[in-house]
């Protein structure tokens, strides 16, 4: 199993991000890809999650209404579009993928960093 996180980078308050998360290794329908992020000196916090399965979205309070998963099963790709992005958003970001949505998800990628500025 393979995960691929990509897309971050330096933005301003206000701006946009799109991240992706490309998946290899498994039949991606019968995964759910989940979105964490992890900010200097504080614990990991899930972000959202998506079922490839029934198309099912989770996500964290902190985040609801301004970022957006998808997925592109055909390109075995998870999605997360974030708007409207605060400084207090900037962290690592990595996905995983797990046969559920949870809080421990069996296999990670490597992150990619977003950062924020004010």
């Known amino acids: 199993v393979q995960l691929q996180a990509s897309g971050g980078g330096l933005v301003q308050a206000g701006g946009s991000l799109r991240l992706s998360c490309a998946a290899s290794g498994f039949t991606f329908d019968d995964y759910a890809i989940g979105w964490f992020r992890q900010a200097p000196g504080k614990e990991r916090e899930g972000v959202s999650c998506?079922?490839?399965?029934?198309?099912?979205?989770y996500y964290a309070d902190s985040v609801k209404g301004r970022f957006t998963i998808s997925s592109d099963n055909a390109k075995n790709t998870v999605y997360l579009q974030m708007n409207s992005l605060k400084p207090e958003d900037t962290a690592v970001y990595y996905c995983?993928?797990?046969?559920?949505?949870?809080?421990?998800?069996?296999?990670w990628g490597k992150g990619t960093q977003v950062t924020v500025s004010s």
């Open positions: 995983a993928a797990d046969s559920l949505c949870g809080s421990y998800m069996d296999y």
């Open positions: 998506i079922s490839s399965s029934d198309g099912s979205t």
